[in-house]
Structure formats: C-alpha cells, structure tokens
C-alpha cells in the first residue's frame, strides 16, 4: 500500500505541502470576498453622493430659477433690480454644504462625471454672484437661463444614476436571497 512506502519524513513535508496548498486557497479566497466587499461598498458611496448631491443641486436650482423669474419680471416692466428686492439670496454656507463636505469623494464617480458636478458647482457659484449685481440686463438673464439649464441637467443626470444603482443593488440583493 501507499502508506508503508512513505517513509517519516516525506509525511510530514505531504502534510505541510497541503496545509500550504490549503491556507494559499484561502488567502486567495478571502482576497476575493474583499474586493467584492470594497466594491459593494464603493457601490454605495456613490449612490449615496449621487443621491445627495443630486437633492442639491435640485434645491439650489429651484431658488435660482426663482431669483430668475423675479429679475425677468423686473426686466419684463424695465425695473432697476437692487439687492434690496430680495433677488441676491442666500449664503454659500447652504448653498453647498454637501459638495463641500464631500468634493474629496467625486472620484466615485467616472471622470466625466465628475467634471460636470464640479461644473455645475462653479455655474451655481457664478449665478449666485450674477443675481448679486446691481445690474442685470437680458443677455446675462438669457445666460442665466442657459447655464442653470447645464446645471439642471447634471442634477438630473446624478438623480437617474442614484435610481439605476439603487434598482440594480434592490435586485442583487433580491437574487442572492433567492
């Protein structure tokens, strides 16, 4: 038989042979469950940035286009629009609390992306500082109207890829319960 033709030492090398074969599994396997641990929770990350920087861009817009509407009533009657009318706003403070908090995650994101959200900030910024002015006329109103249109579109482009995640994580987790 095979036994009696193993000699000591030779058993004790097969043994740590397959031990090593063994903990080299693992390691491997183990290593896999991780990557697939990280990304589920990089999944997550970014539907949660998508999610919140979605609702505001959606909340920042909607005052915009307020102030917007008000400076081409005013432009619509030939009024002088002065801050006193309201139309300047709000402080940056609420105006950007997530993306601030958060700028160093938009990596989740694909570099396209990314680059629109930070785009998309700087026109906010740009508009909130505009509707500041003492004076505005119809083509910086039309310019207004045109990058909060860029900006909408972006807000609505992270509120779709924060619903499409949510959707395809909702099935998984169905799937792997099943």
Known sequence: ????????????????????????????????????????????????????????????????????????????????ISLDEGIAGYGAREFNDVYESRSGDLGLFDPDLAHRVVAAYGHMVTLRYALAKDTFDRKLADAARYMLGDVKKTGEELYLLANVQATQQDQGAFLRKT
């Open 1 to 80: 038989m095979l036994w009696d033709t193993i000699k000591p030492g030779q058993g004790a090398l097969i043994g740590s042979v397959v031990g090593f074969l063994a903990l080299a599994g693992a390691t491997v396997f183990n290593a896999s469950m991780e990557r697939t641990r990280q990304e589920l929770h990089r999944t997550e990350q970014r539907l949660s940035l998508a999610a919140a920087l979605s609702a505001e861009i959606a909340h920042n817009v909607t005052r915009l286009e307020n102030q917007l509407d008000n400076v081409d009533h005013a432009l619509s009657k030939h009024e002088v």
